[in-house]
């Protein structure tokens, strides 16, 4: 978890402990997908993002929130479908 707190630029008061770890948990999962060791620091910083932007917008499944930084990471536009609610 503490992988992604050094890319979290937002103010952390946004984030409570439960969500920092579901944003941790999907990082790790994203870069262990996209062979973690081979990762440019460019490369985690845009993951982190990723999963950031979503968790801004309210998404909790660290499932999906990994399947949105290994779609900007693959190339695909897709667009976050992640709940309006919450923060």
């Known amino acids: 978890m503490a992988s992604i707190l050094?890319?979290?630029r937002v103010d952390r008061s946004l984030f409570d402990?439960?969500?920092?770890?579901?944003?941790?948990?999907?990082?790790?999962?994203?870069?262990?997908?996209?062979?973690?060791?081979?990762?440019?620091?460019?490369?985690?910083?845009?993951?982190a993002e990723r999963i950031v932007e979503a968790a801004k917008r309210g998404e909790r499944d660290p499932q999906r929130l990994c399947s949105f930084a290994v779609a900007a990471m693959n190339g695909e536009r897709n667009r976050i479908n992640a709940p309006r609610w919450g923060r």
């Open 6 to 8: 050094q890319f979290v």
């Open 17 to 47: 402990d439960f969500v920092t770890g579901v944003m941790g948990e999907a990082f790790d999962a994203a870069c262990a997908e996209l062979q973690d060791n081979n990762l440019s620091e460019l490369v985690r910083e845009i993951i």
